[in-house]
């Protein structure tokens, strides 16, 4: 039993911008809008927090 599951909640569905830097990171879409990238603690790594999706 080695295979992790894919629905671990862990999964990028969207990449998403830092709105500060313009970092682009995989991320996920939080239900407020905002996104949180996938693999850091939620936030860029300039420190901002606020994220923008990219088309
Ligand atoms: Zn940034």
Same mark, same amino acid.
């Given at each position: 039993?080695?295979? #992790?599951?894919? !629905? $671990?909640?862990? =999964?990028? +569905? @969207? %990449? &998403? #911008? *830092? +709105?500060? *830097? #313009?970092?682009?990171?995989? &991320?996920?879409? #939080? +239900?407020?809008? $905002? %996104?949180?990238? @996938?693999?850091?603690?939620? !936030? *860029?790594? *300039?420190? $901002? =927090?606020? %994220?923008?999706? @990219? =088309?």
């Amino acid at each position: 039993m080695t295979e #992790k599951h894919l !629905s $671990n909640g862990n =999964e990028p +569905t @969207v %990449f &998403a #911008k *830092c +709105t500060d *830097c #313009k970092n682009i990171y995989p &991320a996920q879409e #939080k +239900t407020n809008g $905002n %996104f949180r990238p @996938v693999g850091t603690d939620g !936030s *860029c790594n *300039c420190g $901002n =927090e606020e %994220f923008e999706r @990219v =088309e």
